[in-house]
């Protein structure tokens, strides 16, 4: 009698990914290269800082370019680890040169993130550290996509080497760089993932690396309160707030995540936030939104709330999208909004909308890549369902 064994279940072992050193801090990357037994301990710190700069200021993801180091040690290097970027899975230049890339960090791990020129001193880039997002702020289409998981220090890293390999940048330029300032803006809140956030600033600020200055290094958070003091404590970067309204009722709305820390207790927060003063002011973000909360009264409400704060206010156009129940200010409004705080000595610039041409805009990353390949495969199912069989 034959026995026939059922093997549909049975699947190779998965290849562990080798480790991405340009992930690791200094500390860590040191003792990776001990733990993997590629350098002895009393060698590792010198090592690592090869490495560091050959990565770092150099932006080499080959092993056997690093010139000076042993050829031996180079092999041992590339077989325990890896330097690969991720996969850029799609590419867009818009007509004001804004740049966006799709970025495949993994199967079913997908960001976008955005370059934009002629922002701090030169140009921004707009990183993402989370993969969605858990706010669900009502006037956000990113924040319709659900949250996947948080990206790893290596994975924020990477969206600034993509981007400073597409602008040419290696190695790293200390004179009129094209890359000067970094912002997390994009997916995700950022303070949900502090940790990962934490290490990447050190590794971007690094002054042998990216060389990045922290004071160059925007992080904004929807309000994460009790995170706000380690925030500015372990990564010295500036804080930018989302903050859209200037009442707990409208705020509830607008930014959910204002129903557990409450605009009285965001505000103690901030006031608190270690190093602010004049030279490191708060940047409050409001988006202008027609007959919601742009009108004089708010513009008023919005200089007595940040009164004592040292801060600018960007206040942002609402970028439409579809199925909101939004729409944005009119010019004038917004131009009106602008001169009451102005009147109060507040820096107030009205964010130009750049990259609406290819879905770039601020609240428009990723959930409209999908829906737009979503909807090219439904496109391409029906063809194929219409095509009569051969």
Known sequence: ????????????????????????????????LIAAEVVRPDKAKMRASQLWRWMHHYGLTDFAAMTDVAKETRAALAEAFTLARPEI??????????????????????????????????GALCVSSQVGCTLNCTFCHTGTQALVRNLTAAEIVAQVQVARDDLGEWPSPKEDRRLSNIVFMGMGEPLYNLD????????????????????????????????LKALGERTQA?????????????????????????????????????????????????????????????????????????AKINLIPFNPWPGTDYACSDWKTIEAFAAVLNRAGYASPIRTPRGRDILAACGQLKSESEKLRASARRKLERAEAETPAS
């Open 1 to 32: 009698m034959g026995v026939t064994l059922d093997l549909t279940r049975v699947s190779a072992p998965a290849v562990p990914a080798k480790p991405n050193l340009a992930g690791l801090t200094r500390k860590a990357l040191a003792e990776a």
């Open 196 to 227: 990962n956030v934490a290490d990447a600033i050190d590794i971007i600020a690094d002054n042998e690396g990216i060389a990045i200055s922290r004071r160059r290094i925007t992080v904004s958070t929807s309000g994460v309160v009790p995170e």
């Open 89 to 122: 899975v799609e590419r867009q230049i818009s007509k004001d040169g804004t740049r966006k890339w799709l970025i495949r960090m993994a199967p079913g791990i997908e960001v976008e993130t955005v370059y934009i020129p002629d922002v701090g001193r030169a």
């Open 238 to 310: 500036m804080l930018a707030i989302s903050l859209h309204a200037t009442n707990d009722p409208l705020r509830d709305k607008l930014v959910p995540l204002n129903k557990k820390y409450p605009i009285a207790e965001l505000m103690a927060g901030i006031r608190a936030y270690p190093g602010l003063g004049n030279a490191r002011r708060v940047t409050f973000e409001y988006v202008m939104l027609k007959g919601v909360n742009d009108s004089p009264a708010e513009a008023k409400a919005l200089v007595q709330l940040l009164k004592g704060i040292p």
